[in-house]
């Protein structure tokens, strides 16, 4: 694997491949509990973004663009290039959209496209408040932390954890504010929205539109819980996708 794809259960004889993309100041491990359920019914490949973890020392991306030639150009090929699905979470989702729609330019399609926590791309982005990522003072970012429940408050508090937290959480919202949407072809595959019922940021009515953005079928689950409501429900999200790729292969697709 390439500096940006992990693969932490890998599951060459799987009859797909599923690339995840980690959510706003997140990294490869956030997915480590998806990878484990899913691999078997899918071949799970997790993105690593630039400045985190294992790639701390490096600088952080800027702009989606460089996020999807980065991702596109690392893909490892395998069996002929085997059919592959694109999951996401919060900003990567939209990393995931993007991603989709490069790869359906270049005539390679993925199979299915998952977005969960994240209104539809045509909307007007939800931000944490009036001001740009960047204006905002490391207390705004924290507290906006903790509203969405993604990081245990313990470590918001932790003096010596905050210099890895703060950073690529900052960069992320700033590569946020500076994305554009940029109307275009719908994509060819069926897109699958997941979203929390309580989620502050994501109400249901502005995942729906989500639909909009594919000429196949759409799809949207809505659970109980907030953002991050991903690992409460893994078993239910595991056959999500199981059943999304099941429907695929009886429906006889191709991937080109």
Request: proline share 10%.
């Amino acid at each position: 694997m390439s500096d940006w794809i992990r693969c932490f259960h890998p599951a060459p004889e799987a009859p797909a491949r599923l690339l995840c993309f980690p959510h706003a100041g997140g990294s490869a491990s956030a997915y480590h509990p998806l990878s484990a359920a899913v691999s078997g019914t899918v071949e799970p490949l997790v993105v690593q973004y630039p400045g985190r973890q294992d790639r701390h020392g490096e600088p952080f991306a800027e702009r989606t663009e460089q996020v999807v030639d980065a991702v596109v150009g690392a893909l490892p090929r395998r069996r002929g290039d085997a059919p592959l699905a694109l999951f996401g979470h919060s900003m990567g989702a939209v990393i995931a959209y993007e991603t989709a729609r490069r790869l359906t330019a270049q005539g390679r399609p993925p199979v299915a496209l998952f977005v969960s926590g994240r209104q539809a791309p045509a909307l007007p982005r939800r931000t944490a408040g009036p001001r740009p990522a960047r204006e905002l003072s490391d207390a705004e970012l924290l507290e906006d932390m903790r509203q969405l429940s993604g990081t245990a408050d313990e470590l918001l508090t932790d003096p010596d954890l905050l210099p890895l937290i703060l950073p690529p959480m900052r960069a992320d919202y700033q590569l946020l504010d500076d994305h554009v949407h940029r109307a275009g072809p719908r994509l060819t595959c069926p897109i699958i929205a997941l979203t929390g019922d309580s989620d502050p940021r994501v109400a249901p009515d502005g995942v729906r539109p989500w639909a909009d953005e594919t000429s196949a079928a759409f799809d949207c689950h809505v659970l109980a819980g907030g953002h991050f409501f991903l690992d409460a429900h893994l078993p239910y999200v595991t056959e999500v996708i199981a059943s999304a790729l099941r429907h695929r292969e009886t429906e006889g697709a191709r991937v080109g």
